[in-house]
């Protein structure tokens, strides 16, 4: 059931980041940043507490490591994107870079729709 309410913040958590990576490409006034980061938030907020509910209820005999691994991963790709974002900005551009991310980002949220039709 948890599925269904991920489907209509994938939108936005979408065309938030998208829309993010162009404004600062682009050179947009900061309003239009700041609309298009709290746009991102309006999806993404909700969708990170919606998969930590879904982790506790699948999971809930071994939500200890479960929470474990997943704070690890997090904070691996949180470090791995501190480090990588400079080189990766400078050889392909603001905007190749967040459509890269947002496509990574759709493939994966995709599987709420696929695990809703099984």
Do not use: H
């Amino acid at each position: 059931m948890r599925f269904w309410v991920f489907l209509p913040f994938i939108p936005f958590q979408l065309a938030g980041a998208w829309w993010f990576g162009y404004a600062l490409a682009d050179g947009q006034s900061w309003v239009a940043v700041a609309l298009a980061y709290g746009i991102s938030n309006v999806g993404s907020a909700p969708l990170q507490s919606l998969a930590l509910t879904y982790l506790l209820d699948a999971y809930g005999e071994i939500i200890g490591d479960a929470l474990t691994a997943l704070t690890v991963v997090r904070n691996l790709f949180s470090t791995i994107f501190v480090f990588a974002m400079p080189a990766w900005v400078a050889a392909v551009g603001i905007p190749n870079v967040f459509n890269t991310i947002g496509a990574i980002g759709a493939a994966i949220l995709c599987f709420a729709g696929v695990f809703l039709w099984k």
